[in-house]
């Protein structure tokens, strides 16, 4: 294990900034939905990109103690925030796509009273990818390898978004006996079969709703897991196709109010928006970052978690059933609806999950009440 450092070259910040001024925008397209990303928009945020003080923000990201480890083979980049309190519980905290680490700082910042563990996914930002076929078995093999091989953590309690959901899942129901708890935002689907079978109507109607949103709102996974290198050669060389991209899914996935995307501003700022598409394109790893869809491999059943369960609904799936909560989670400490917060929770009220998180830890007695 090794430290490190952002530290990304002024020609690399010289070139994306020369890009940026060269940004050939078009005007919206008719009958354009009302959802995602304006052409107004996305041309302030171009500008405000091209005179991002990133020196500034990379200062403040090396703040953070981080970390480069050989997990397993697979070079994986991560933040420690390790808590004044020798004897604090440990807290792994997963991104998704479009997610960096980054973009659960704040989140971990607010947890003084945990060893607060964020990991680049592999193939994500600083993270190497996986020298093979990256399922969510692998992603969490490493995640646990790291925590508990690398990291020396006996025990340690998980959480994880998008992505990383089921891989969080994953990890509680393969090790009982190092997991110590979960909370969940995204809350356990099951596979399609398993789908089919439900009898719960509340359940049928709340798969029902995704699957007639899967056309328009799933077609980026649809590109992602069919045509991963065609549409990373495009947006790889574009950093406004880049911020396009990934500001898109911040816009229609984060708790918006309908015709407002801007709204997404007031819970995750400019600069950390920025923030997050600099760090694609300086790593170069938005091919890399797609591997989750396209290397998904079988559609298996994760079996139940039995260790203690925390779950809070987040607003982009709010009518979620809390009987699939309850079927999955044997041992379900807490079932919410959160009133504010979307796909990204943590991000978008950090203070709210930082609070569930220290109640979670408290009632499982790791934390003093």
């Not at 430290?3 to 060269?22: E, H, K, T």
């Not at 953590?153 to 899942?169: C, F």
């Amino acid at each position: 294990m090794r430290s490190f450092q952002l530290s990304i070259p002024d020609d690399v910040v010289a070139d994306l900034r020369a890009r940026l001024a060269r940004t050939r925008l078009l005007p919206d397209s008719p009958r354009r939905p009302p959802s995602g990303l304006s052409s107004e928009h996305l041309r302030a945020l171009v500008d405000s990109w091209a005179e991002l003080d990133w020196s500034a923000r990379e200062r403040e990201l090396n703040e953070h103690p981080q970390f480069i480890a050989d997990v397993g083979g697979t070079d994986i980049h991560f933040v420690h925030l390790r808590s004044a309190r020798p004897d604090a519980p440990a807290l792994l905290v997963m991104h998704g796509w479009p997610h960096t680490f980054a973009l659960q700082l704040e989140f971990a910042r607010l947890l003084p009273d945990f060893h607060v563990i964020l990991p680049s996914m592999p193939g994500f930002a600083f993270s190497a990818p996986y020298d093979g076929t990256m399922t969510e078995a692998v992603m969490a093999n490493l995640m646990h390898t790291l925590m508990t091989e690398v990291l020396g953590y006996s025990r340690y309690l998980t959480y994880g978004e998008d992505i990383s959901a089921n891989v969080s899942d994953l990890i509680a129901a393969s090790h009982p006996e190092a997991v110590q708890g979960i909370l969940a935002t995204h809350a356990h689907f099951g596979t399609d079969f398993e789908r089919d079978a439900l009898e719960d109507p509340e359940a049928r109607a709340f798969f029902a709703r995704l699957s007639a949103r899967g056309g328009p709102d799933g077609a980026y996974a649809h590109i992602q897991a069919t045509r991963p290198d065609t549409l990373a050669a495009g947006v790889n060389d574009s950093p406004a196709g880049l911020l396009a991209w990934l500001v898109e899914k911040l816009i229609e996935w984060s708790d918006t109010p309908a015709g407002d995307p801007e709204f997404v501003e007031r819970r995750i700022s400019r600069d950390r928006i920025l923030t997050e598409a600099t760090i694609y394109w300086a790593t170069q790893s938005i091919a890399t970052s797609f591997r989750p869809y396209f290397d998904g491999g079988e559609d298996v059943p994760i079996p139940p978690v039995e260790v203690p369960a925390a779950v809070a609904i987040q607003r982009h799936e709010h009518d979620y059933p809390e009987s699939l909560a309850r079927a999955y989670y044997r041992d379900l400490r807490s079932f919410e609806r959160m009133p504010e917060g979307g796909h990204f929770t943590v991000a978008e009220v950090p203070a709210a999950m930082a609070d569930r998180m220290r109640s979670f830890a408290r009632e499982l007695r790791l934390l003093p009440a």
